[in-house]
């Protein structure tokens, strides 16, 4: 990749994914802008459908490098529910809700899912990120956003929002996703620069 640091315009209204996925891109050698009111989101049970639109609609908008990012949790016990509705749910449940929905129920497993899209020039790229864990009996910690304080992951004893933004990233579905992107997004511009 040649030395000038591309800047890519993250497509969301939400300074949490922002914070978290700033590091990722450093790592590789991006720099993120936070871009909010650009992001259009398509009803879809496919998160990857969604993050694709949506970047697809908002690079034609802007002209510039963009990147959006969707993720929904799934409870096992209620047949994948919220889903790709896991915003919507939450502003309208609430964790409580969602606490009051599963009750006494004991098989508590759940993931977290996300899709992220980039469209760079020619590069179209779309990567999926998964984390299995499960729900908690109550809502623990203070960091984070949406229905962290209930999402405890495989090999950990934390909720999402008992970790730093450096453990969360360990774990998660949108660090995992974005990584895999922006790592095709390196091949993808050294590929580019080999070609002229």
Do not use: W
């Not at 939450?90 to 469209?119: E, P, Q």
């Not at 997004?185 to 070609?195: A, K, Q």
């Amino acid at each position: 990749m040649s030395n000038k640091v591309v800047t890519i315009y993250f497509l969301t209204g939400n300074k949490h994914k922002v914070i978290e996925v700033e590091p990722i891109a450093s790592k590789y050698g991006f720099k993120i802008k936070g871009y909010p009111g650009y992001k259009v989101e398509i009803q879809s049970m496919d998160l990857a459908e969604i993050s694709e639109k949506a970047a697809l609609l908002g690079y034609l908008y802007l002209g510039k490098p963009v990147m959006v990012e969707d993720a929904g949790l799934f409870i096992e016990a209620l047949n994948g529910f919220p889903g790709p509705y896991s915003s919507y749910v939450y502003k309208v449940l609430g964790i409580n809700g969602i606490l009051k929905l599963l009750g006494g129920v004991s098989d508590r497993r759940a993931y977290f899912l996300s899709a992220t899209t980039i469209i760079y020039k020619p590069c179209i790229i779309t990567e999926r990120g998964r984390v299995d864990g499960y729900i908690s009996i109550e809502p623990r910690g203070d960091k984070g956003f949406g229905f962290d304080p209930i999402f405890i992951p495989e090999g950990s004893d934390m909720t999402f929002a008992e970790m730093s933004i450096d453990e969360k990233n360990k774990y998660s579905h949108r660090a995992r996703s974005v990584s895999k992107a922006l790592e095709k997004l390196g091949r993808c511009i050294e590929y580019m620069g080999s070609e002229t």
